[in-house]
């Protein structure tokens, strides 16, 4: 969750909280008449529930004036291209256009394999026999 997010949310729950103290203060001040019993719901509930409005209303506004920038893309490793997995003879399969590493998976385990030798043939892209 975005830290804006997290402050905007944070500031209305802490206004609403005040909102709902300033008003159960207020309730218990207006059933009592004299000014003596009428302290403990001040001190209870009033001057904390306007420091909560005050405070929540701080963190609306910082989220607000925050800039708002877009996450950092994570940058790309270069890739690096694989060591040959086999330095034997290529292989093609009969009749095959393509040239094959022994390791393969197009040609391994094949008994019709063949070597390619001097074959004009297209290097294999599961493999990759030689750069192209």
Do not use: N
């Not at 701080?58 to 690096?80: D, G, K, N, Q, R």
């Amino acid at each position: 969750m975005p830290r804006s997010r997290i402050l905007l949310w944070g500031g209305v729950a802490a206004a609403a909280g005040g909102a709902v103290l300033c008003v159960l203060g207020w309730y218990g001040i207006s059933g009592e008449r004299f000014a003596e019993r009428q302290l403990p719901y001040l001190a209870s509930c009033t001057v904390p529930g306007a420091a909560l409005i005050v405070a929540g209303a701080v963190l609306i506004a910082a989220t607000l004036l925050l800039p708002v920038s877009p996450p950092e893309p994570v940058p790309a490793e270069p890739e690096e291209t694989p060591p040959p997995s086999s330095d034997g003879p290529l292989l093609r399969v009969p009749g095959g256009t393509l040239a094959h590493r022994p390791d393969c998976p197009l040609v391994a385990g094949k008994a019709e394999a063949t070597p390619a030798d001097d074959a004009p043939l297209d290097p294999c892209p599961v493999c990759e026999p030689w750069p192209r």
